[in-house]
């Protein structure tokens, strides 16, 4: 972990916030495209990952294929197309780690506010440290925002009438409790979501019922972990274009689904 004293403003090229999916792409194009360029990452949490490192809930997995959900400069390699959360969390540790981005990273560094100087031609960017809530500034010529659409903190919960009487197990995937037990309970799952569909599979193998509440019908197809035209395509097509290839060929049979 890199911690910094505020005794002096610390002047980089590049700022990233987020060291999650996009924080990590961002680093590897500001490294091979800039490499004059003087960056870091600010992580808000101690680890990096984002998505991939917090969320814990059973049967987490990806709701896009990983050949064209990956990085085009580190394709996927595996089998499979639908992956499981831990396998994605270590293909971006992979990535980070073999490209040097995360020497990088500063964690437990949470962005407080950013601020534009047209005069000065810079951002003044204030962080805080997750630990001792120390604050120090930062200057950057370019800031690049890669914190996703989450509140890490705090998922969205709706306001249900009467949640106050119920005496069961309120739960929010995104802060799934460590060694919750299922067995033999009967589950209700609120929403037809990407984590709906990934979790109430998983609960389905242990709880004794599982109801899946849904405002609008949806069409949900059942389909294998591997992909037989990603699989069909690595087998015939050259090394130089298999990746390309196979990237190109699920993106757009995708579209036609």
Not at 55 to 60: D, E, K, N, T
Not at 213 to 230: K, M
């Amino acid at each position: 972990m890199t911690r910094h004293s505020p005794s002096d403003v610390e002047h980089l090229d590049v700022l990233i916030v987020g060291a999650g999916l996009s924080g990590i792409a961002a680093a590897h194009y500001v490294r091979t495209d800039c490499p004059w360029a003087s960056y870091a990452v600010l992580e808000a949490r101690e680890a990096l990952g984002g998505t991939w490192d917090l969320f814990r809930y059973p049967g987490i997995r990806s709701d896009s294929d990983m050949f064209t959900f990956g990085y085009s400069f580190r394709p996927w390699k595996r089998p499979e197309a639908i992956a499981k959360g831990e396998t994605i969390l270590a293909y971006l540790q992979e990535t980070a780690s073999e490209e040097g981005i995360d020497r990088h990273i500063r964690f437990g560094t949470r962005v407080i506010a950013a601020d534009w100087s047209t005069e000065d031609a810079r951002w003044s960017v204030t962080v805080e440290d997750t630990v001792s809530g120390e604050r120090t500034t930062l200057t950057c010529s370019f800031y690049i925002n890669c914190t996703g659409y989450y509140r890490y903190d705090h998922g969205y919960q709706p306001d249900f009438p009467g949640r106050d009487a119920y005496q069961g197990t309120f739960i929010h995937p995104q802060h799934w409790l460590e060694g919750l037990d299922v067995d033999g309970k009967t589950v209700v799952v609120i929403g037809s979501g990407a984590t709906a569909v990934t979790l109430v599979p998983a609960l389905a193998r242990r709880a004794a019922q599982v109801t899946m509440l849904q405002r609008s019908p949806t069409y949900i197809a059942s389909v294998p972990s591997t992909n037989p035209i990603a699989s069909r395509l690595r087998k015939i097509l050259p090394s130089r274009y298999r990746d390309g290839g196979v990237r190109w060929a699920l993106a757009l049979s995708s579209q036609g689904f």
